[in-house]
T-cell receptor, first 113, second 112 residues
Framework: DSGVTQTPKHLITATGQRVTLRCSPRSGDLSVYWYQQSLDQGLQFLIQYYNGEERAKGNILERFSAQQFPDLHSELNLSSLELGDSALYFC????????????FGSGTRLTVV | GEDVEQSLFLSVREGDSSVINCTYTDSSSTYLYWYKQEPGAGLQLLTYIFSNMDMKQDQRLTVLLNKKDKHLSLRIADTQTGDSAIYFCAESISNAGNMLTFGGGTRLMVKP
């Protein structure tokens, strides 16, 4: 157990729907990162939050949004889902804004049908 | 721009050494990392090297960095069947916050 908890582990939903993925960072970590892993794109950075504020943005679609709450857990919201959004979504956490080497959760596998 | 490349597949015999290679393009990389992903699991940080270092050793793992050629390698000594996994190299760049750019991963298969 890495200490980073992601729920749910698996999610199957239909095109056009909206889902929320949840991440609880390791105890004491203030930064949360979201990554998408797909067969064709590999691992892509989506977004980073540090202590509740957005810190960095990567290849995140406008249909996707995220936030980090006062208790430091984070949620990734995916809306108007398309078949191509099917992927593994990983959350990772680190202590500071620019800590080297994050700790990853075990991911949420999203299947859009 | 950033681009990290790895070969797709490596097969070795148990007890042999494995060498996984990675090339990157951004010369302003600050840290370079190796992560391991086992089936159904997240990515586990194995080791990292700061860009002003040439080599780092950690038990069975040796990381070599050739900054001139932008080449990074991970050597696993005495490879075991439990080392079978996908290995990702990644770089972080000082002016890009703490974002990591990953390579496509190398699948290591260890035959008994």
């Amino acid at each position: 157990d890495s200490g980073v908890t992601q729920t749910p582990k698996h999610l199957i939903t239909a095109t056009g729907q909206r889902v929320t993925l949840r991440c609880s960072p390791r105890s004491g970590d203030l930064s949360v990162y979201w990554y998408q892993q797909s067969l064709d794109q590999g691992l892509q950075f989506l977004i980073q939050y540090y202590n509740g504020e957005e810190r960095a943005k990567g290849n995140i679609l406008e249909r996707f949004s995220a936030q980090q709450f006062p208790d430091l857990h984070s949620e990734l919201n995916l809306s108007s889902l398309e078949l191509g959004d099917s992927a593994l979504y990983f959350c990772a956490s680190s202590v500071a804004r620019t800590s080297y080497g994050y700790t990853f959760g075990s991911g949420t596998r999203l299947t859009v049908v | 721009g950033e681009d990290v490349e790895q070969s797709l597949f490596l097969s070795v015999r148990e007890g042999d050494s494995s060498v996984i290679n990675c090339t990157y393009t951004d010369s302003s990389s600050t840290y370079l990392y190796w992560y391991k992903q086992e089936p159904g699991a997240g990515l586990q940080l194995l080791t990292y090297i700061f860009s002003n270092m040439d080599m780092k050793q950690d038990q069975r793992l040796t990381v070599l960095l050739n900054k001139k050629d932008k080449h990074l390698s991970l050597r696993i000594a005495d490879t075991q069947t439990g080392d079978s996994a996908i290995y990702f190299c990644a770089e972080s760049i000082s002016n890009a916050g703490n974002m990591l750019t990953f390579g496509g991963g190398t699948r290591l298969m260890v035959k008994p």
